[in-house]
């Protein structure tokens, strides 16, 4: 049981304030420190933090912070590819392809 406490322990106390659930972080410490057996499922059910995603998405209160997300999932960063240099580099293939459409001078017989 003391195994039991002292994670529940150290995982409420490096748990963001803002991400614990029900109640406040100094009364949880209290609860899982002083409720034998209960303080410590108490906290690992309904005081802990569900998921990563729920750290990342919104937290106590329905204020939303901006989710960490993969460059290729992040619109802005798609939108702004289209860059100059890919334009220099598309008008670079368009005018190769062009090139390869227009028939030889050195071989007539084609």
Known sequence: ????????LIDC??????DIRGLPKTV??????????????????AGRPVSLEQRAGVVAGGRSRKKVTAPDDDPDFLRGIDTAQSRRDAELLRSWEEDLKRPDDDNPGK
Request: hydrophobic share 70%; glycine share 4%.
């Open 28 to 45: 949880w410490v209290l609860i899982i420190l002083l409720v034998p057996v209960i303080g410590p499922v108490a906290w690992f059910f």
């Open 1 to 8: 049981m003391l195994v039991a406490t002292l994670l529940a």
């Open 13 to 18: 106390l490096s748990s963001e304030r803002e």
